[in-house]
């Protein structure tokens, strides 16, 4: 099991930055990969950015260029570096861990964190 908190969340001009932070309660020891996702009400979450344990990354093509993903395993923390936001990037931003544990894999949520673009 883990618990994950996310932080850094808030109201930003469009073309302005943000950083958000998603804490882990344990080690990433058996954790095969963090992600960000975000959601807006009336639609599906979405897959933002990941990383793996080996640090692959991947992004959501709307934030290609724009967000950068990072761990820190001696803080037990991910970030998501967001640059150059737009009003479209507006939505609830969730951190998501998958955790291999026997011979399953269990997904862990954080509570979220609201990031609102706007002038």
């Known amino acids: 099991q883990v618990q994950l908190v996310e932080s850094g969340g808030g109201l930003v001009q469009p073309g302005g930055s943000l950083r958000l932070s998603c804490a882990a309660s344990?080690?990433?020891?058996?954790?095969?990969?963090l992600g960000w996702y975000r959601q807006v009400p009336g639609k599906e979450r979405e897959l933002v950015a990941a990383i793996t344990s080996g640090g692959s990354t991947n992004y959501a093509d709307s934030v290609k260029g724009r967000f950068t993903i990072s761990r820190d395993n001696a803080k037990n923390t991910v970030y998501l570096q967001m640059n150059s936001l737009k009003p479209e990037d507006t939505a609830v931003y969730y951190c998501?861990?998958?955790?291999?544990?026997?011979?399953?894999?269990?997904?862990?949520w954080g509570q979220g964190t609201q990031v609102t673009v706007s002038s």
């Open positions: 344990r080690s990433f020891f058996s954790i095969k990969a």
């Open positions: 998501n861990a998958v955790v291999v544990a026997g011979a399953g894999e269990y997904d862990y």
